[in-house]
């Protein structure tokens, strides 16, 4: 279809259309992305088809946009297209309602495809079967256009009456990260971009030109493809678009950064943790709980004048993944307890580093949600006689997250705590952390392993004595080595040897079968192992936990990339939980890495990054290593300069997405997971340990440091003896 060739891309507009802006005539708003990205304000433009065609140059070309996407297609007469003929025009006509000779069908939504370039016309840029993201695609069914390969791979047009022209691109369910890795199925596969009338219109069934406000990507590919199309319409004026993403990294990747930008960097989190529009209003409340009572997920996204809360009633989980048409993401509804606590901790430390007190406000009103007016301590989990007791649930109202309890999520929720108390100077959900402490500890079987979940109905069936005196082995790092820490750092307080030795025994087993035996050999599970391994090392300093340290540590920081990125990596990548797609049909089913294979270019904020940068800046403090301090800088400074900016969307910028490619520079990945994809915000997790460690190293301290004096240890003589754990040994 295009000349295929070099295309110079620049996004600094530079004689967009020539001098006088000839070639090209529009029908769309003054605010549509296109015209806006060609950077020149005199090329004409007019409200109506009818206008627009009438008004052009012979020979010359007419684009009608689709302006009133996605509610209402692009409607034309059949006299539009009969007078663009009689003046030689070349037609761009995208959401069209009509388009003479071709039978168009209703608007279609799309909900996991993703747009698959299927042709060579954007060569040598984009190859065929490269994947694109035109978020919350709709689209028009035509019929005659046939999407099936041709014996040469390619993918044909067949309407007549001047053969068959390629069909650019088409939306399907694909697996892939940059490619569409199993080809195009077998149905289900749609035009999106070709060519009729003998190459004279250019049909698009979707919107393309709204690449910048639904935020398409990767973003530099989508000025590609609109370069190629204005270079077919418009041969003789070469055109170079400028379009800034409306959410995009803080800070470039070559970019010299300010003197106190990791101090930026903090407030900007601490800032969005406050205004993200997730901090539950009393106007919303109402409203928010029924829908989590009915186990829902997501909820609308919010109004940008709408109030924030105060912490009193939780903060919801974050924004999902998936991009809307007009570039909003919806909320997240679930009340995670792990995400509060989280949150909490930014904030406090914001209160403490900056002096910001409606911050610690909101900290100390999150606990307390948590730990006294929520359901996730509450029921049996409140009563000494179950074997729930001290346990935090994983999430509030919603029956399917309020039944559980996550050993991984309860440690972070502890760890949390701790931080919270220190930054506020208080001791008032001491009491509530120890009581986890020997919940979950009671919890965990005599080689120190918990396994993944614990469910109300069965600690009731079993009681707790069924875990404390099992076998269970679960080399699962990403589960249970934030407990283990914690147990590392509850002997440090108590000294109860229960604590040490069931931690102990555990980090043994695992560092013993490492990696070859570890759930999914990567650098996910590497990352979160580091924080009990440097604490491992603070409380009993042998060779040997410094070399297991150094060996995980080393394995990870030597996988560092230039950029600091550290890229996700899996021997395990094809198998068991938390695969890459099988098979086409598997995108978009289930809980998945970013990659759909080992050396795709991405780091994961949620699951990864965060947890490195913690475990490193652990490590450094219990050990002093001047290679690892190097790593951890490293990393620390490309978080920093990925961090989320929006202008036009404030409750996005400030935080992490999921997902970020190094070698674009923006997110994107294979955002196949059904819950967390590429663009996913959490207000927890990884994105609020990257800003923790950013405000502890702005302290030169860290977590352990932070912690060490807490009362928690007040309270264990009488909770040890409630528990039923007195004279109890491995």
Same mark, same amino acid.
Request: hydrophobic share 55%; glycine share 4%; aromatic share 12%.
């Given at each position: 279809?295009?000349?295929?060739?070099?295309?110079?891309?620049?996004?600094?507009?530079?004689?967009a259309l020539g001098n006088d802006g000839s070639g090209l005539t529009f029908c769309c708003s003054p605010s549509n992305d296109l015209y806006l990205a060609l950077g020149k304000p005199s090329v004409p433009r007019y409200e109506s088809p009818a206008a627009a065609i009438q008004h052009a140059a012979p020979d010359s070309a *007419?684009?009608?946009l689709a302006d009133g996407y996605p509610a209402q297609t692009t409607a034309t007469q059949p006299s539009d297209f009969a007078s663009a003929e009689a003046k030689g025009l070349r037609l761009f006509i995208e959401y069209p309602a009509s388009v003479p000779g071709l039978e168009v069908g209703a608007p279609r939504p799309t909900v996991w495809e993703r747009l698959v370039v299927s042709s060579d016309q954007f060569q040598p840029g984009l190859p065929r079967m490269r994947l694109l993201a035109a978020h919350d695609c709709r689209f028009v069914p035509v019929s005659g256009i046939c999407t099936t390969p041709s014996a040469k791979g390619e993918t044909r047009a067949t309407y007549p009456p001047a053969g068959p022209p390629s069909v650019d691109l088409v939306v399907a369910r694909v697996a892939g990260y940059d490619t569409a890795i199993y080809g195009l199925p077998d149905k289900d596969v749609f035009p999106v971009l070709f060519e009729v009338h003998g190459r004279k219109w250019i049909v698009a069934t979707t919107k393309l030109s709204g690449f910048v406000t639904g935020r398409y990507a990767p973003a530099r590919d989508w000025l590609l493809i609109w370069e190629r199309i204005l270079a077919e319409l418009c041969p003789d004026h070469p055109v170079h678009l400028q379009a800034r993403p409306l959410v995009h990294a803080a800070w470039?990747? &070559?970019?010299?950064?300010? /003197?106190?930008? @990791? /101090? @930026?960097?903090?407030?900007?989190?601490?800032?969005?943790?406050? !205004?993200? !529009?997730?901090? *539950?209003h009393p106007s919303e409340k109402d409203q928010l709980y029924q829908a989590l009572a009915r186990n829902e997920e997501t909820t609308a996204a919010p109004r940008l004048d709408a109030p924030e809360g105060d912490g009193s009633l939780g903060i919801l989980e974050g924004y999902a993944s998936g991009i809307r048409w007009d570039g909003t993401q919806v909320r997240r509804l679930p009340l995670r307890s792990d995400c509060n606590a989280e949150t909490a901790m930014v904030l406090a430390l914001d209160g403490r580093l900056n002096r910001h007190r409606p911050n610690s406000l909101i900290a100390s009103n999150l606990l307390d949600f948590i730990y006294f007016t929520s359901g996730t301590c509450a029921g049996p989990r409140a009563d000494p006689q179950h074997g729930a007791f001290g346990l935090i649930g994983w999430g509030d109202i919603s029956p399917a997250w309020l039944v559980a309890s996550y050993g991984d999520d309860d440690a972070r929720v502890m760890l949390s705590t701790a931080v919270v108390a220190a930054s506020l100077g208080t001791d008032r959900w001491d009491q509530r952390l120890m009581r986890a402490l020997l919940a979950n500890l009671r919890t965990t079987g005599k080689l120190g392993f918990r396994g993944d979940r614990l469910d109300l109905p069965d600690l009731e069936k079993n009681g707790w004595k069924h875990y404390y005196e099992g076998e269970l082995v679960d080399y699962s790092p990403h589960f249970e080595s934030y407990l283990w820490a914690c147990y590392l750092w509850a002997y440090h307080q108590t000294g109860y040897a229960p604590f040490l030795e069931r931690a102990l025994t555990a980090i043994g087993m695992t560092m013993k079968v490492y990696p070859d035996q570890w759930r999914w050999r990567s650098n996910l599970e590497r990352a979160r192992m580091l924080l009990c391994l440097a604490w491992m090392v603070r409380v009993e300093d042998t060779p040997e936990h410094r070399e297991w340290l150094r060996k995980v540590a080393g394995d990870l920081a030597a996988q560092q990339r230039p950029s600091g990125s550290i890229y996700e990596r899996s021997d395990r990548v094809q198998s068991g939980f938390f695969q890459a797609p099988q098979r086409n049909e598997d995108y978009g089913t289930g809980e998945t890495p970013l990659i759909q294979e080992n050396g795709d270019p991405v780091s994961d904020q949620l699951y990864t990054t965060g947890f490195a940068l913690l475990g490193l800046h652990e490590a450094v403090g219990a050990t002093g290593d001047r290679q690892l301090k190097a790593a951890e &800088?490293?990393?620390?400074?490309?978080?920093? /300069?990925? @961090?989320? /900016?929006s202008e036009r969307l404030p409750y996005l910028s400030g935080t992490w997405f999921r997902a970020f490619d190094d070698r674009r520079w923006e997110a994107w990945a294979s955002s196949a997971d059904i819950g967390w994809g590429?663009?996913?915000?959490?207000?927890g997790w990884g994105q609020a340990w990257t800003a923790a460690v950013l405000a502890l190293r702005e302290q030169r301290t860290t977590v352990w440091e932070?912690?060490? !004096?807490? !009362?928690a240890k007040n309270y264990f003589a009488a909770l040890v003896a409630q528990t039923g754990l007195v004279g109890s040994g491995p």
């Open positions: 279809m295009f000349a295929a060739g070099p295309l110079a891309l620049g996004l600094a507009a530079a004689g *007419v684009l009608l470039a990747a &070559d970019e010299r950064l300010p /003197r106190r930008f @990791q /101090r @930026q960097a903090f407030a900007a989190a601490a800032n969005w943790f406050a !205004h993200s !529009h997730l901090l *539950v &800088d490293k990393l620390a400074e490309y978080l920093c /300069r990925i @961090q989320t /900016r590429a663009w996913s915000l959490e207000s932070y912690t060490a !004096h807490s !009362h």
